[in-house]
């Protein structure tokens, strides 16, 4: 009996041995892991809070020009002020070199600039910003992503790469994307006008023009509206999916160059002479032109290497 107890008290002694100094021996390599990646990313990197309300006199629109970072938009009060907080991201050395100027002295513009000291400065700064509904904001960052979430003033977005997302806007939109990004709307009342060079473009619940082009990308449109004096023009890389009320009048253009075309909608054909050949009936399925409806309002739409479908969506 007592030669098994000793051999179990051994053997625990050993095991607790071994899990120490693999314990150990972990932690020293978890240790050296975090040092690696300090080195890489930066392990003095500090962040700064600033923080300030700017009082709206005559001023209608807000500008801000960011350098690196993301700009949010919210407009959930009554206030006739514009709030900010933003959040400076730099090292120890950098952040006090990162500052945040605000410019107020032109009645019609309230402007917010993120300012480097030097070019060699590396940092970031996010904004989160309160505006009231109804003026009109211009936002410009060359990395990062722009938000903005219901509000009633136009509103211009533009990111050198990043995503830009916007939702439930009454007024005009444009958005642009320079390099690298998609862009997403959700249910604006105004026209939109969306450009990205890389990237896809999303917009759902339109109820006005829309113009909208790709380099490099698909396009996605749902228009729950389309009114007679109104124009929808899409173009891009890859396939275009279109959702159009039932109830439709426009005069439509479609042009697949490597794709095809297809359409739940009714289409009256424009009148071609042609012979019916395989050559004809190719280009049929890759060139429409023709009428929904009446045909008053225009949609032009241009896919140059996927497929365009044009969607019935029910009437409400």
Avoid at 12 to 30: D, G
Avoid at 176 to 194: D, F, R, T
């Amino acid at each position: 009996m007592k030669t098994s107890t000793l051999f179990i008290l051994t053997f625990l002694c050993i095991t607790a041995t071994y899990f120490n100094i693999s314990a150990f021996s972990m932690n020293t390599m978890l240790s050296q892991t975090k040092e690696k990646i300090a080195s890489l990313f930066g392990a003095n990197t500090r962040t700064e809070i600033v923080q300030q309300d700017i009082p709206r006199s005559t001023q209608k629109t807000l500008v801000i020009e960011n350098n690196q970072g993301m700009i949010k938009i919210k407009t959930d009060w009554n206030q006739d002020i514009v709030s900010f907080k933003a959040l400076k991201k730099a090292s120890k050395d950098n952040l006090a070199k990162i500052t945040i100027q605000v410019d107020t002295s032109n009645p019609d513009i309230i402007r917010l600039a993120t300012t480097f000291a030097e070019d060699s400065v590396k940092g970031s700064v996010d904004y989160t910003l309160m505006v009231p509904k109804h003026m009109a904001v211009r936002l410009k960052t060359n990395k990062g992503t722009i938000k903005v979430k219901r509000f009633d003033g136009q509103v211009w977005a533009t990111t050198e790469n990043g995503t830009i997302e916007i939702a439930h806007v009454t007024n005009k939109i444009i958005a642009q994307v320079v390099e690298n990004g998609s862009i997403k709307i959700e249910q604006s009342n105004g026209a939109i006008q969306a450009v990205t060079n890389n990237g896809n473009i999303a917009i759902n619940d339109a109820k006005e023009s829309v113009a909208a082009t790709t380099t490099n990308g698909s396009i996605s449109l749902h228009a729950a509206h389309i009114p007679s004096t109104s124009s929808i023009n899409l173009n891009a890389a890859g396939t275009l999916q279109v959702s159009l009320p039932q109830d439709t009048n426009a005069h439509l253009t479609a042009h697949a160059k490597k794709g095809k075309i297809f359409s739940d909608h009714y289409v009256t054909l424009a009148s071609q002479t042609t012979k019916l050949n395989n050559q004809a009936w190719n280009q049929i399925q890759k060139n429409i032109e023709g009428t929904l409806g009446t045909g008053e309002a225009d949609i032009k739409l241009s896919s140059s290497a996927g497929s365009i479908k044009i969607l019935a969506d029910a009437i409400a």
